[in-house]
């Protein structure tokens, strides 16, 4: 089990060290400019030398991720039960809910900009829009697809309905929400940093969009990476919390 755990951390450890390695490789065999494709070691350099700078974008851009995340899902399950347990807002809803999710979040954002303005609550508008679809969609999955010789056993012991949802339904659908709340989770960076393109004076997205107005490619790229540890430190809580919520499937669902 130990060993097991110890491949599966080394592979991917791996794949990485063989990219940044061949991307090494490509930049000095091939004399790259440093402002067309900085080197990892360039990105490195940039990373240490402004890491002060990167550490204070970085807080506003993890609070607008955690909040929005959060609202999505404080709004997102109830939705989703609704959705799910009531065939009236099924029809009503899930059209609504599509027709919001097919619009780019980008051709939004100036509108949600207008409406809430510069400060953390457009960035957080966007962030939860984009972290609600996959929130509701993926929890009223997971509560039709409750094993029906569940239901009817609750059924058969007399259980109230609300002692089904939660006895039952509910922890029945959790595998659900987590994937939904993985989902999520990761598309709140995109959504925080789309509100920072479009306008803001703080966070990892108006520093990547600053670098970029100053051809300082290295510190560009620092910001790219910072903000994909931001998504995997984000996931990798949603995990934790999804192992501590449901310990039974540690082992399988044994």
Known sequence: MILDRVFRAIYPLIGLALILAAWQAYTQFF????????????VLVASNDNFGLLLRHLWPTLLECVLGFM???????????????????????????????????????PIILVWFGLGIESKLAIAFLVAFFPVVVDTATGLRATPKGLLELAQSLRASPLQVFWKVQFPSALPFVFAGAKVAVTLTVIGAVIGEFVGSNEGLGNLLLTANSQLNSPLAWAALVWLSLLGMGLFGAVALAERIAMPWAKNGGH
């Open 31 to 42: 004399a790259v400019n440093r402002i067309i494709l900085p080197s990892p070691m360039d």
């Open 71 to 109: 609202l999505a899902m404080a709004i997102g399950v109830p939705v989703a039960v609704a959705v799910a347990n009531s065939q009236i807002l099924n029809l009503t809803l899930y059209p609504v809910l599509i027709a919001m999710q097919s619009v780019p979040k980008v051709a939004v954002a």
